[in-house]
Nanobody, 112 residues
Framework: QVQLEESGGGLVQAGGSLRLSCAASGRTLSSYAMSWYRQAPGKERELVAGISSDGGTRRYADSVKGRFTISRDNAKNTMYLQMNSLKPEDTAVYYC?????WGQGTQVTVSS
């Protein structure tokens, strides 16, 4: 059974940057696609970005294209989300997902 743990969230001003990490344990995820989701208060959880098992294919929600970059390091069993030019509407709890498992989430708050 895989466990996922996010880190790197916090409070940042609009226009700032954050880098989220998702560390996996209990199973090697090098053969699994991985994704980042987010959920803002009162809204449904939405897909932010996904990456294939080898990192060769990446996809993004239209709302974050050009600002966020998803990546992974299979040697470290870790996935990342580099978030630049953050906007107040990016405020949400960010979750990683892989192999039918969710992390506990990390809060990202962007002040205007």
């Amino acid at each position: 059974q895989v466990q996922l743990e996010e880190s790197g969230g916090g409070l940042v001003q609009a226009g700032g940057s954050l880098r989220l990490s998702c560390a996996a344990s209990g199973r090697t995820l090098s053969s699994y696609a991985m994704s980042w989701y987010r959920q803002a208060p009162g809204k449904e959880r939405e897909l932010v970005a996904g990456i294939s098992s080898d990192g060769g294919t990446r996809r993004y929600a239209d709302s974050v294209k050009g600002r966020f970059t998803i990546s992974r390091d299979n040697a470290k069993n870790t996935m990342y989300l580099q978030m630049n030019s953050l906007k107040p509407e990016d405020t949400a709890v960010y979750y990683c997902y892989a192999s039918r498992a969710w992390g506990q989430g990390t809060q990202v708050t962007v002040s205007s």
